[in-house]
């Protein structure tokens, strides 16, 4: 799983109860986002909405499932913060 944040705020800033469910956060990297960039399982423009309106953005790992033996993977707008 990923937080997206605004990278002058401390981790901190988190809520409580998203640090506890998250874990000891590890920096991976920094990244300039904007609303054009194009993320691999985001909507670049949800994930800065979400940073201003709540302060961060999660993005949960996919969700997998066997389904009658047909793999079912949860849709890229699913995930939002």
């Known amino acids: ?3 997206y944040m605004d990278r002058k ?6 809520p409580e109860v998203l640090l506890k469910m998250f874990g000891e956060p590890q920096h991976v990297l920094d ?3 904007t609303e054009s960039r194009n993320l691999a399982r ?3 423009k949800k994930v800065l909405e979400k940073i201003e309106e709540q302060g961060f953005y999660l993005q949960m790992p996919p ?4 389904n009658d033996g047909e793999q ?3 849709p890229k ?3 939002h913060g």
Do not use: R
Request: hydrophobic content about 55%; aromatic content about 4%.
């Open 77 to 79: 707008d699913s995930l």
């Open 42 to 44: 985001a909507d670049a």
């Open 63 to 66: 969700a997998e499932q066997e």
């Open 72 to 74: 079912v993977v949860a």
């Open 1 to 3: 799983m990923y937080v």
């Open 9 to 14: 705020k401390p981790v901190d800033d988190l």
């Open 31 to 33: 990244l300039v986002l």
